[in-house]
């Protein structure tokens, strides 16, 4: 049974940092892409980062360039999303998401989600 | 960015009734669309991708088609777990986007 698991949930000021993990198991983590998307009750879904498989190739939002870093460590089945200045529109609850093979598919498991609260 | 906008916003139906949800992008994006459900409290579940095809698990009464810009998802008949808040996705172009959601609430 394919299960993912996010942490890091957490309280953070403007312009701090937060590392989210998620810990994948059940299926052969090397394999899949795996993908970020967050959700807040104004903007619905945003999807925020992706990383190959192999880990070699990744994608981000505009929102989020040059500020988070998505990684994986695929000895640990671990994925990472490392979150710097951190401003109050990136409060959100945010999902580890498994792509179906490549980059190229849709999400077919979600992790359960972890709320980041970005506030003085 | 692809936006994806979906119609209605809120969808009032009776158990046992069809729901026919729409999504239409503003540029192509082939057959490269998903379809997701989400209950409150939980995550999105993967119900359709490619435009047509249910994921593993999904019952038959839900089906989905179109290409291009327009897509629907359709609920042949709905069941007391069917009312929850639906999204359509795109996978044709970097950065991946979402609609805005539909809502089916129980009339």
């Known amino acids: 049974e394919v299960q993912l698991l996010e942490s890091g949930e957490g309280l953070v000021p403007p312009g701090g940092s937060l590392r989210l993990p998620c810990a994948a198991s059940?299926?052969?983590?090397?394999?899949?892409?795996m993908s970020w998307v967050r959700q807040t009750p104004g903007k619905g879904l945003e999807w925020v980062s992706c990383?190959?498989?192999?880990?070699?190739?990744?994608y981000y939002a505009d929102s989020v360039k040059g500020r988070f870093t998505i990684s994986r460590d695929n000895s640990k089945n671990t994925l990472y999303l490392q979150m710097n200045s951190l401003r109050a529109e990136d409060t959100a609850v945010y999902y580890c998401?498994?792509?179906?093979?490549?980059?190229?598919?849709?999400?077919?498991?979600w992790g359960q989600g972890t709320l980041v609260t970005v506030s003085s | 960015e692809m936006v994806m906008t979906q119609s209605p916003a809120t969808l009032s139906v009776s158990p046992g009734e069809r729901a026919t949800l729409s999504c239409r992008a503003s540029?192509?994006?082939?057959?490269?669309l998903a379809w997701y459900q989400q209950k409150p409290g939980q995550a999105p579940r993967l119900l359709i991708y490619?435009?047509?095809t249910r994921a593993t698990g999904i019952p038959a009464r839900f089906s989905g088609s179109g290409s291009g810009t327009e897509f629907t998802l359709t609920i042949s008949s709905l069941q007391s777990e069917d009312f929850a808040v639906y999204y359509c996705?795109?996978?044709?172009?970097?950065?991946?986007?979402f609609g805005q959601g539909t809502k089916v609430e129980i009339k």
């Open positions: 996705q795109q996978y044709n172009n970097w950065p991946r986007t």
């Open positions: 490619g435009a047509s």
């Open positions: 998401a498994k792509h179906v093979g490549n980059p190229s598919g849709p999400f077919d498991y």
């Open positions: 059940g299926y052969t983590f090397s394999t899949h892409a």
């Open positions: 540029q192509t994006v082939s057959s490269n």
């Open positions: 990383i190959s498989g192999s880990g070699g190739s990744t």
